[in-house]
């Protein structure tokens, strides 16, 4: 029962913080199930735009509003993903191979920012957006839980509506043809280097957005705050992607599919709570998280083969069978 309780009382926190994790899923999604390019540079960008959010907004010499320092961060983001776009599409430097480097060079660049390896920021100080303070049961009335976490959520809707309109203009093609088939996308005029780096930048900003508000979240940025972010992003769009599929099947449309990504890390932030109640010690989230990816990525291929064997088995009677009637 007491464990029970435990896990109803983190629902509201498990939301807020899978829907932010959510807006970084969708930034992932973008080049991982759109562009197709194997980005790392959010495990560095994210504490970019962190770290930016928390030193403009703690900024002693001039007022910055919060607003202000999360657009700033959503730019730091997008320069992340120009560098790593940069290398790819002019220096000719393999995918993954200008992501890591990009990733490494921001450890430092985000030292630099802060300077220090932790900055915190206090909700008693700052009209922050949203503080982890606003979703504990404890000490909170349910309409200041509900206001936090429909802030956060009007936040992701917004982001799948500028999404959804952008991806129906020119740009938005280009980038989701030049992720279908690039040889082709050439043979059609695109420029698909142009197109590989907007996406990069585009994904990024939505990183380093992400970033700025899981720094207000839990009170601070910290220099490894984005350590591991990929494989929590990888997570929430693979598990929004096999629920989405199975749930509406054919009519599982664009729109569905950025709500699905920010979706899958709220559920995946609610199975964590309940490997943690179950007692998996702590240091094992990133193994746990791991196993959740390969879990869900074959589960597709899972389900295809077996259906593919099932339609062999059938073929094969029918032919047994027509031979046996003639």
């Known amino acids: 029962m007491t464990q029970l309780m435990t896990f109803v009382n983190a629902i509201p926190g ?37 770290a930016v959010c928390v030193m403009l907004i703690t900024n002693n010499q001039w007022s910055c509003p919060v607003w202000l320092a999360i657009v700033c961060a ?50 008693d100080k700052y009209p922050l957006v949203l503080s982890s303070r606003e979703v504990s049961v404890i000490g909170n009335e349910p309409i200041t839980i509900i206001l936090a976490i429909v802030k956060i959520f009007v936040i992701v809707a917004a982001i799948i509506a500028a999404l959804y309109w952008f991806f129906g203009t020119e740009y938005g093609f280009t980038i989701r043809a030049t992720g279908c088939n690039q040889n082709m996308a050439r043979a059609q005029s695109i420029n ?15 990183v380093g957005l992400s970033g700025a508000l899981l720094a207000q979240y839990q009170g601070n940025a910290d220099v490894n705050m984005s350590r591991g972010a990929i494989v929590i992003g990888l997570a929430a769009v693979i598990i929004g992607d096999v629920l989405g599929n199975v749930i509406f099947g ?35 989230n990133k193994l746990f998280s791991a196993v959740v990816v390969i879990i869900f990525l074959a589960v597709p291929y899972i389900r295809k083969s077996v259906k593919t064997s099932f339609g062999r088995a059938a073929k094969n009677s029918l032919k047994k069978g027509a031979a046996k009637d003639a």
């Open 14 to 50: 498990n939301i807020s913080q899978g829907l932010i994790w959510g807006i970084l899923a969708i930034g992932v999604y973008i080049t991982y199930k759109i562009l197709d390019f194997a980005d790392l540079t959010v495990d560095g960008s994210m504490a970019t735009g962190g």
């Open 74 to 123: 959503f730019a730091a983001g997008c320069l992340a993903g120009l560098v790593t776009g940069l290398l790819n599409t002019l220096l000719g430097i393999p995918g993954i191979l200008a992501s890591i480097l990009t990733q490494m060079a921001l450890y430092s660049i985000n030292l630099d920012i802060m300077g220090q390896s932790n900055r915190p920021v206090s909700v």
């Open 192 to 206: 698909t280097k142009k197109s590989t780096v907007i996406a990069l930048v585009l994904s990024n900003g939505l």
């Open 250 to 284: 054919k009519h599982f449309n664009f729109v569905a599919r950025l709500a699905f990504a920010a979706i899958g890390g709220i559920i995946y932030f609610m199975v964590l709570q309940i490997v943690t109640i179950i007692g998996l010690p702590s240091q094992n």
